[in-house]
């Protein structure tokens, strides 16, 4: 089972600022199979990225995901207050189980 | 407009038993893989079950099976979970979620808003 390890636990940051959200790998993740979460407060998760860098239809190009391997990181270029949300990544690299990190929050 | 509608929380006692169900609408319900992810109080995201769009293929997470049992009613458009043997641990909102992806490499495009289960006595 693939573990996924997410950092910071906690972001604080000003609006219009730039958020870097991490995500590391126990081990390499298949063909970057890597999707991102936003879940806001009282609400589902909703989908951000797959693919480790495809933006699901309807999400600002404000927020962005590179990385392959083990590495990824979620960015959000200019922070606004409807971002205030925790932050899950997620690896579908194989077969169930399919594994998510243990979230970043990010304040506002 | 995909919707995900689920029902059958509820608070239940220990060694009790609930079943979910998820009715689904706005897409082809045969053609895609389902899924139930849940959340524990102020906790983080745990995938539970997954089943193949014809209901051939399932497959748990080790924390429940034996347990729980997933399936489906393509006639219907609805998704089952049914729980048994439930524990304190089980407590969580559970979520119906639609698969995508190819070749059991699955990612979450939609979710519904989640039922709430509570097992204590």
């Known amino acids: 089972e693939i573990v996924l390890t997410q950092s910071p636990g906690t972001l604080s940051l000003s609006p219009g600022e730039r958020a870097t959200l991490s995500c590391r790998a126990s081990?390499?993740?298949?063909?970057?199979?890597l999707a991102w979460y936003q879940q806001k407060p009282g609400q589902a998760p909703r989908l951000l990225i797959s693919?480790?860098?495809k933006r699901a239809t309807g999400i600002p190009d404000r927020f962005s995901g590179s990385g392959s391997g083990t590495d990824f990181t979620l960015t959000i270029s200019r922070l606004e207050p409807e971002d205030l949300a925790v932050y899950y990544c997620?690896?579908?690299?194989?077969?169930?189980?399919?594994?998510f990190g243990q979230g970043t929050k990010v304040e506002i | 407009e995909v919707q995900l509608l689920e029902s059958g929380g509820g608070l239940v006692q220990p060694v009790g038993s609930l079943r979910l169900s998820c009715a689904a609408s706005?897409?082809?319900?045969?053609?895609?893989?389902m899924s139930w992810v849940r959340q524990a109080p102020g906790k983080g995201l745990e995938w539970v079950s997954a089943?193949?769009?014809?209901?051939?293929?399932?497959y748990y997470a080790d924390s429940v099976k034996g347990r729980f049992t997933i399936s489906r009613d393509n006639s219907k458009n609805t998704l089952y979970l049914q729980m048994n043997s439930l524990r304190g641990e089980d407590t969580a909102v559970y979520y119906c979620?639609?698969?995508?992806?190819?070749?059991?490499?699955?990612?979450?495009?939609?979710w519904g808003q989640g039922t709430l289960v509570t097992v204590s006595s």
């Open positions: 979620v639609k698969c995508s992806g190819t070749g059991w490499m699955y990612f979450f495009n939609y």
């Open positions: 706005g897409f082809t319900f045969s053609s895609f893989a």
């Open positions: 089943i193949g769009g014809s209901s051939g293929n399932t």
């Open positions: 081990q390499s993740v298949t063909s970057s199979y």
């Open positions: 693919g480790a860098s």
């Open positions: 997620q690896q579908y690299g194989s077969s169930p189980p399919w594994t």
